[in-house]
């Protein structure tokens, strides 16, 4: 449980920390809250050459509007943070998921921006910024790019990032005040990460008719997060909610282990996508 040496830098501003990880050799890896990587270096299933702390910069903390209504959450975000935002509690899909996410320490110091880069396949914000379609702001010495969240997770604890790019927001869209969304997870009863959770989010059709937009994203099932397209395509094609929620492990081969095997997992990610489309219907206008 303790890590093996390594060199530490805290460097003053965020482009000091850009050309830090441009210069570094692989080794090196950003720290933010350290939830997740101190962890990984105590067990020494990393062992980084050099850690880059970039805790400490501002401009990477707290959440503000853009001009077409959404939100840019910086990545130093706090969950502690996010929990006392109305505008981020108002997405009924994070107010579900942030509170569930760890202990209090985690939440005081685990920031968005690690748990995403993190890519734990079982991450419980996965699904909830899946399924509303988020996006990342990338920063490297070589500029700042847009990523599609859903264009991130590339493997277990793997994105499709480029060594020296960091998160620096999460960019929500703008709000809907039709549309309604929800998160509902199985908890593992020692860890507290989902064994399988959903996310949806729903805008209402006409009465008795499919929904007009629909989207919903599992977590925990499979290898990294991912969009449940079967579920969505059923829904909007007029299916029920539960024929589609049956189809939420469609195209994935389940993740099996001691506690919740194959089998399991997926019966479990059909229960968890029906709850949570039962509540973002509910809760759309
Ligand atoms: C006891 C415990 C319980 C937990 N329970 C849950 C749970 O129930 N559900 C859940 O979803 N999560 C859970 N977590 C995970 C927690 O949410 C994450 O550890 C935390 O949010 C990661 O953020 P961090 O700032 O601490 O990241 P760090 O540990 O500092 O970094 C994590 C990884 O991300 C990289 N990184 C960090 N910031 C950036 C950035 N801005 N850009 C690019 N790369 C970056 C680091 O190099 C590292 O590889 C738990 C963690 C602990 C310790």
């Not at 850009?18 to 020494?44: C, E, F, N, Y």
């Not at 760890?102 to 995403?116: A, E, M, P, Y």
């Not at 009863?189 to 209402?204: D, E, K, L, M, T």
């Not at 991912?226 to 029920?240: D, Y």
Request: hydrophobic share 50%.
């Amino acid at each position: 449980v303790i890590p093996a040496p390594f060199a530490y830098e805290r460097p003053d501003s965020l482009d000091e920390a850009l050309r830090a990880l441009a210069g570094g050799d692989g080794t090196t890896r950003v720290i933010a809250g350290g939830q997740s990587l101190l962890p990984l270096m105590k067990l020494r299933l990393a062992r980084p050459d050099r850690l880059v702390d970039i805790g400490r910069f501002d401009e990477l903390r707290g959440v503000r509007e853009l001009a077409g209504g959404g939100l840019a959450i910086g990545a130093l975000t706090t969950w502690a943070e996010l929990l006392d935002d109305p505008r981020v509690m108002a997405w009924g899909a994070l107010a579900d998921a942030i509170p569930t996410i760890g202990d209090v320490q985690v939440r005081n110091r685990g920031t968005i921006g690690g748990s995403v880069a993190h890519a734990d396949p079982a991450s419980d914000i996965a699904a909830p910024l899946l399924a509303l379609a988020a996006e990342l702001t990338v920063r490297s010495v070589h500029g700042e790019r847009r990523v599609p969240i859903g264009e991130v997770y590339a493997g277990p604890f793997m994105t499709t990032l480029a060594p020296g790019e960091l998160i620096t927001e999460v960019r929500l869209p703008a709000p809907d005040a039709r549309l309604g969304s929800a998160y509902v997870a199985l908890p593992h009863p020692a860890s507290g990460y989902p064994v399988a959770g959903v996310a949806a989010v729903v805008v209402r059709g006409s009465r008795g008719g499919p929904p007009e937009r629909c989207a919903a994203a599992v977590t925990g099932v499979a290898e990294t997060p991912f969009r449940a397209l079967a579920v969505e395509e059923a829904l909007l094609a007029g299916r029920s909610l539960a024929e589609a929620a049956a189809l939420a492990a469609t195209g994935v081969r389940a993740l099996s282990d001691p506690y919740a095997d194959r089998e399991y997992r997926t019966a479990m990610a059909a229960v968890m996508a029906e709850r949570a489309l039962r509540a973002a219907m509910d809760r759309a206008a």
